[in-house]
């Protein structure tokens, strides 16, 4: 800590402790603010108080195990986390999956972004003092929870990604349970917009705050929404297309102003895209195997691989260096939560402690992800 | 009005009774004792109510039930709450000053303990009718945010800190919107006393009869008063996602009931001014036509304890309302609202509604 400097009017500077429990930092992540009086002069974030590394447990553990360990990341994207793993192996191995699989996989994404982006919705109203908005994006998310349910057995840590395919067929009552909700979702976006985007005391809290410039983004590595708010096109859905994403139809929402409002908006927008996506892919699954061929021991070739992936928070990247053996020789994952909080100090200096808290809703950090 | 419903024939009787029993001036500290237990009663019963009233609403307006568990419809969720809030231990934290710590929740509770001193709640049940009233309770209610401010201080916790500066900054300018607005309705009921401004209004309230002043009025003096009683969308005292829970971070037990308590107190003390200012405090509603002689003498058989709680319960609900569907203002944004925005047209109001009362265009 560095000394208490006393400046020339007699005021003082002082530290607070936000976090690692505190209401709005949603995990154990502990922020040490330097403040002048409400105005913050550095914001140092101190993580690893869930650490867990998976990592290193990784190295122990055989392809398809580690897809296990990648769900308790960002446990909002766990099913983008899995296919991240479970594409690696695949592209390693040169196998080829079906379609269907394709198509499953990417419905499946597009529900989890969209109930990320619900629960997202829900708590950056709640850091904005209106407690409403968490019941109402909870009401919304509860359906695709139990969609999950009905065809994965889990609602939150899936797991349904394996490496060649995915663990179980599609319920029956899948296409008509998806339809449904998208019929209902339709409906309740506005709702959002009316409770939140469209009131002034919301706009005039999140406009002009923490901007994050594009040299910025870039150079910090912001991925997701909050990059393309500053318009960063880092979609990886559109740069690198995997799964069925090469086949349907979506905008890569791009916007310039990159301050918090526009954060905001991106991820509002992103999710009529990804209801434009699975009402594209809904009605035109195709059949075919949920599971390619595979051996009951994975064992990928000597060397180094990566792959990436889109999760509602931002670029996923898989690092595996193999020696040949069934575990991995290392794993690193390159995951978008601790960029995206790297960029923290940098645009919530000179603002205010509420302005602090409505940037950090804006950049939606998961804590796991970013300690891993 | 009906004078079957006047309190004064009961609270005369009593008065009358203990004069024949004892001296005037032991009569004065029975009758205080009485009204200050049934005071303590009262408010306490009002807090059951609100908070109650509170978490209903709140579950309504957010898809849930709301407390349901403890007795039925969930009426006694409050008194089970706060019964483990009594026999939780008291905490003093040892870094804070003691004394100011443990006087700042009395301070909160005094303010509105004061206040209702003076409100009208139906006719003849007002404790004391001071022809200052309105006066009175301006002042009074400025020395909430005393307690606020001490217990912020006192607690030694830089969260703390922060919402009892907070509180004290909003407060302190949101007082003179709540003045003002109450000002631009005393030059209609020219008294100052609580009793006779509502008998002013015995043909029409005044937010019919005082035209479009008197619905700004009511509109800046709603905001204002929400401000001043620390509630969403002014709650950046508390300010729960920012200070954890702003001044009263440090306390627990039942100097945080006082702390909660006071909040539904307070604002059943402005929402009981702005049915007196506004609304005709007890006063049943009247249509100012000949031909609705009628309908006015059905409306007087309405007892004036049911028109006056009625009232108030519409406007706690309205703040009920916002509460629940606004987010949080910054403190410079609420400052600004303050003083860039409500103070000057509370001050065009006020000379509105003065020329409004010289040129004698009002009903």
Same mark, same amino acid.
């Given at each position: 800590m560095q000394a208490e400097l006393i400046s020339k009017d007699g005021t003082q500077e002082y530290f607070v402790n936000m976090g690692p429990q505190h209401p709005s930092t949603h995990g154990v992540l502990r922020l040490v603010l330097t403040l002048d009086g409400e105005i913050i002069q550095r914001v140092e974030p101190h993580i690893g108080y869930v650490h867990r590394s998976i990592e290193k447990m990784a190295e122990f553990d055989t392809y398809k195990q580690i897809i296990h360990l990648t769900d308790r990341m960002d446990y909002l994207s766990a099913h983008m986390n899995n296919e991240a793993v479970a594409l690696l192996v695949e592209n390693a191995l040169q196998i080829e999956v079906s379609d269907r699989v394709k198509v499953i996989r990417t419905i499946m994404s597009e529900l989890t972004r969209l109930a990320s982006h619900q629960l997202w919705w829900g708590v950056m109203g709640m850091d904005m003092g209106a407690i409403t908005t968490f019941l109402y994006a909870f009401r919304d998310r509860e359906m695709i929870n139990d969609i999950m349910e009905e065809t994965t057995g889990a609602r939150l840590t899936m797991n349904y990604n394996t490496p060649g395919g995915v663990m179980f067929d599609l319920h029956p009552s899948f296409q008509k349970q998806v339809k449904e909700f998208i019929k209902i979702f339709k409906t309740k976006l506005p709702e959002y917009d009316e409770l939140l985007s469209g009131n002034i005391i919301f706009t005039e809290r999140t406009k002009g705050i923490g901007k994050l410039s594009l040299a910025d983004a870039i150079s910090f590595g912001v991925t997701g929404p909050s990059g393309r708010a500053s318009g960063f096109a880092c979609d990886v859905r559109k740069t690198n297309p995997y799964s069925a994403y090469d086949r349907v139809n979506f905008n890569e929402i791009l916007l310039v102003e990159g301050d918090a409002y526009a954060r905001y908006k991106a991820r509002i927008f992103e999710m009529w895209e990804s209801i434009s996506i699975i009402d594209q892919l809904i009605d035109n699954i195709p059949e075919g195997a949920i599971m390619a061929p595979m051996k009951a021991i994975v064992k990928l070739p000597k060397g180094e691989f990566y792959q990436r992936v889109e999760t509602a928070r931002g670029e996923l990247g898989v690092f595996v260096v193999s020696d040949g053996n069934k575990t991995p020789y290392r794993v690193k994952f390159r995951s978008p939560g601790f960029s995206n909080l790297s960029v923290l100090d940098h645009i919530s200096r000179g603002h205010k402690i509420a302005d602090l808290v409505a940037i950090m809703s804006t950049l939606d950090l998961v804590i796991p992800d970013i300690d891993r | 009005m009906n004078a079957i419903y006047d309190f004064s024939i009961l609270t005369g009787g009593i008065h009358e009774w203990l004069s024949g029993l004892m001296s005037p001036t032991a009569v004065m500290i029975t009758e205080m004792v009485i009204i200050g237990t049934l005071l303590i009663v009262f408010v306490a019963l009002m807090g059951l109510v609100l908070v109650l009233a509170e978490r209903k609403v709140a579950a309504f307006f957010q898809l849930r039930l709301g407390p349901n568990r403890v007795g039925p419809w969930g009426s006694l969720q409050t008194l089970a709450d706060f019964l483990k809030l009594l026999t939780k231990e008291l905490i003093t934290t040892k870094s804070a000053d003691k004394f100011l710590y443990n006087l700042a929740p009395f301070i909160v509770m005094l303010t509105p303990f004061l206040a209702l001193g003076v409100i009208p709640f139906a006719p003849g049940l007002q404790i004391m009718d001071m022809n200052i009233g309105v006066f009175f309770i301006t002042a009074v209610s400025s020395m909430g945010v005393l307690g606020i401010l001490i217990g912020g201080w006192a607690s030694n916790n830089k969260y703390s800190l922060i919402g009892g500066m907070r509180s004290a900054a909003m407060v302190v300018s949101y007082e003179l919107s709540v003045t003002l607005a109450i000002m631009t309705m005393v030059i209609m009921t020219e008294s100052l006393s609580l009793s006779e401004i509502v008998a002013s209004q015995s043909d029409g309230w005044w937010i019919i009869k005082g035209h479009i002043p008197a619905l700004i009025a009511f509109l800046l003096y709603l905001t204002a008063s929400t401000a001043e009683t620390n509630r969403g969308p002014f709650d950046l005292a508390e300010a729960e996602s920012e200070l &954890? #829970? %702003?001044?009263? &971070? =440090?306390y627990g037990g039942i100097k945080f009931a006082f702390f909660f308590l006071s909040e539904f107190v307070n604002m059943l003390v402005v929402a009981s001014i702005a049915t007196i200012l506004f $609304? %005709? %405090?007890w006063m049943p509603f009247h249509l100012? $036509? =000949?031909? #609705?002689v009628g309908f006015n003498h059905i409306m007087d058989f309405i007892p004036g304890i049911v028109w006056g709680f009625g009232k108030v319960t519409f406007v706690i609900f309205l703040m009920m309302w916002f509460r629940w569907t606004f987010p949080r203002l910054r403190i410079d944004q609420i400052l600004n609202l303050e003083w860039k925005y409500l103070l000057p047209m509370n001050l065009v109001n006020f000379l509105l509604m003065a020329l409004i009362a010289l040129s004698g265009f009002y009903l």
């Open positions: - | &954890t #829970a %702003g001044f009263h &971070t =440090e $609304f %005709g %405090g100012p $036509f =000949e031909w #609705a």
